[in-house]
């Protein structure tokens, strides 16, 4: 990241003009840091301050933290999480790349582009939308591949939610909406790639394979990287879908699986704030530190 | 074709390139089954009885009859109550996209063309924030709105909403990559004031990113779940994501528990459609826009 000090410089160039800049852009960005301020630095603060005090407000230390992973559900909800999370990066990752390449490749542009808008279309199912579809999916007694699913083994609705499942399920529904918006941003950047470079790969006789993985990949490289933050930041913070799950299971299935479920259960069910806020904190440590690395070191989000 | 032999002359010619032509070709339609056949079942199952979704082809088409005795249930139920989801999340959606709009393009801007003392800070902060996920801020949202009172109310859900630092990172990109500083300076020069230079000048240039910034923030607020889920827990308040979602535990499918006031299968596929509708007409008129603007960061040299 670089830092430009422009604004001293200027300020002494240009005392008047920079001074009624200086205001106007102050005045433009106002309603904006009060929205930050409000919903982003104080809700902050303020799961900070629950999650090292107790009840009544005084200081308790690392009590609420200590109280919360000592849950019996902690620990397999964050194993829960974590399986999840590597399923849906590596599957993110494997399958957007290797499809935006093969979709680059079609020699028809109409196919191309259809194809892209098709895969892009779940997208518009996100949230509970898209897991009420899936459970329909995943329902054998009414789905449309019902038959496929018997050949896998599952002949009832409560075989194919099976806890060991979840993971792998959670992981299609986020991959089916998710997935074909990365596919439009990966294929943008393949297309962005300089016409000469894939040429001189071509004249030095690198067949398809080759230069998607010699050249097209590793300029892909720090799309791959923003993709699989993004996603991790989304994927962190699993809720809706085995919320739901739960709700159409009638809680055989999903109930308390993911962090997040933890903290509304927390903070609605068990009255205890202070023991949400602990297991909120510990998620937003965990995710500020990968963004601010991220920001820091990836040179993708250039600050000036 | 050379059908015998297809390896041999594969490295010079794409188009001779038989099989794993046909590989790719049919990894790609593999894929497409596996997007689109979900939403044109989806789109067939409302069409059905009960009855015909068990026990018929899964892909056929029902018939009108049985759609709009689909559509007599679910408004049916809980007096029209798919309705007045439908509305909140239409009242909800709106205003705090229009606040959106107003906060985040000035802001954007501003970070972009202008030079103020802490817009380095802000801009860090913006980052930042941006890649924090926002589920993890829903209990001390919670909490922090209890505080002053707003549980119950919209704004509780639709201020936060209007917080979209990823849209001011996006008109941020925008303006520093699309419109040259020398354009503003010029008008300043002929005295034109700040707000003028904003209004006349930077706006005007600004529809692609207006566009987009509408479009994401809308479709993120319209998806949204676990928000609304605590703050809004009354029903009449409910947007449609959080009510479809209720509906289900009145499916007896699902939930055999329910009595005589339950949704069936077909019902719930249509209530389904009805949450989508909204955000699917926008993604048919937006996908233009959408796709430069995701791309926003790659132009930027």
New interface residues.
């Given amino acids: 990241m670089t830092v430009v000090n422009s604004s001293t410089s200027s300020a002494g160039r240009r005392p008047r003009g920079t001074d009624r800049q200086s205001r106007a852009g102050i005045a433009f960005v106002a309603g904006y840091v009060v929205l930050l301020i409000a919903f982003g630095i104080l809700p902050t603060g303020y799961a900070v301050y629950f999650a090292f005090t107790d009840a009544g407000g005084t200081f308790s230390g690392f009590s609420n933290f200590i109280t919360t992973a000592q849950d019996f559900r902690f620990m397999d909800a964050v194993g829960h999480v974590a399986v999840y999370l590597l399923f849906w990066l590596v599957s993110l990752v494997v399958f957007v790349v290797g499809l935006s390449l093969l979709l680059h490749r079609l020699s028809s542009g109409v196919a191309s582009k259809s194809l892209r808008f098709f895969y892009y279309i779940p997208g518009a199912l996100a949230g509970a939308a898209s897991v009420l579809v899936w459970l329909f999916m995943l329902d054998p007694s009414v789905s449309p591949v019902s038959s496929l699913l018997s050949t896998l083994g599952f002949h009832t609705f409560g075989e194919v939610i099976a806890p060991g499942n979840l993971a792998l399920l959670f992981t299609i529904i986020a991959f089916w909406t998710g997935a074909g918006g990365w596919i439009v941003v990966m294929y943008g950047a393949l297309n962005n790639i300089p016409k000469d470079v894939m040429e001189a790969a071509r004249i030095d006789g690198a067949n398809a394979w080759q230069t998607a993985w010699r050249v097209q990949i590793p300029m892909l490289r720090k799309w791959i990287i923003y993709m699989v933050i993004l996603a991790f930041a989304a994927g962190a913070q699993l809720f809706v879908e085995p919320q739901l799950l739960s709700l159409a299971s009638v809680g055989v299935a999903g109930r308390d699986y993911s962090l997040n479920q933890l903290t509304y259960d927390f903070a609605f069910q068990m009255n205890n704030i202070n023991g949400a806020a602990a297991v909120s904190v510990e998620l937003l440590v965990v995710s500020v530190t990968v963004a601010g690395i991220f920001v820091a070191r990836s040179g993708f989000f250039d600050a000036d | 074709m050379s059908r015998t032999n297809p390896q041999a002359p ?2 010079r010619r ?2 001779r390139n038989l099989v ?1 032509r046909l590989l ?1 070709g049919s ?2 339609v593999v ?2 089954v ?6 044109i ?2 789109v067939l ?1 409302a069409t059905k009885t009960d009855q015909q ?2 026990h018929g082809n ?2 056929s088409i029902g018939s009108w009859h049985a759609f709009k005795a689909n559509w007599d249930a679910l408004s049916g139920f809980q007096d029209n109550a798919i309705m007045q989801w439908l509305g909140n999340s239409t009242l909800y959606a709106v205003i705090s996209l229009v606040i959106t709009l ?3 393009i ?2 954007g ?3 972009a063309m ?4 802490g ?2 800070s ?23 709105v209890n505080a002053v009172h707003l549980i119950g109310s919209m704004w509780s859900i639709i ?2 909403y ?2 979209y ?1 990823f849209g ?2 996006l008109t941020y990109i925008y303006f520093s990559t699309a419109v040259p500083k020398d354009l503003l300076a010029a008008a ?1 020069m002929d005295g034109c004031t ?2 003028g230079v ?1 209004r006349h000048i930077a706006l005007p240039l600004a529809t692609p990113v207006i566009a987009l910034v509408g479009f994401f923030s809308f ?1 993120a607020n ?5 928000l609304p ?2 703050m809004l827990p009354e029903s009449s308040q409910m947007p449609i ?2 009510g ?3 509906l ?2 009145n ?1 007896p ?3 055999p ?1 329910v009595g005589t006031t339950a949704i069936e ?1 077909p019902q ?2 249509l209530a ?1 459609l009805v ?2 509708t909204p ?2 007409v926008v ?1 048919l008129f937006a ?1 233009r826009f ?2 430069s603007g ?2 926003a ?4 040299e």
């Fill in positions: 594969a490295r794409p188009t794993p790719s990894v790609l894929f497409l596996f997007f689109v056949l979900p939403v079942w989806l199952a979704l068990v899964p892909l107003c906060v985040t000035p802001a801007y501003a970070l202008t030079e103020f003392r817009r380095h802000l801009l860090v902060a913006t980052l930042v924030v941006m890649l924090m996920p926002t589920a993890t801020l829903v209990v001390p949202l919670f909490l922090e201020l936060p209007s917080f630092p001011v990172y300043r700040e707000i904003f479709v319209w998806t949204n779940y676990f889920y605590v994501q959080v479809v979602g209720s289900l535990s499916v499918s699902f939930n528990a299968r719930l596929a389904t949450a989508i955000v699917l993604f996908q959408l796709v995701m791309l960061g790659a132009t930027k």
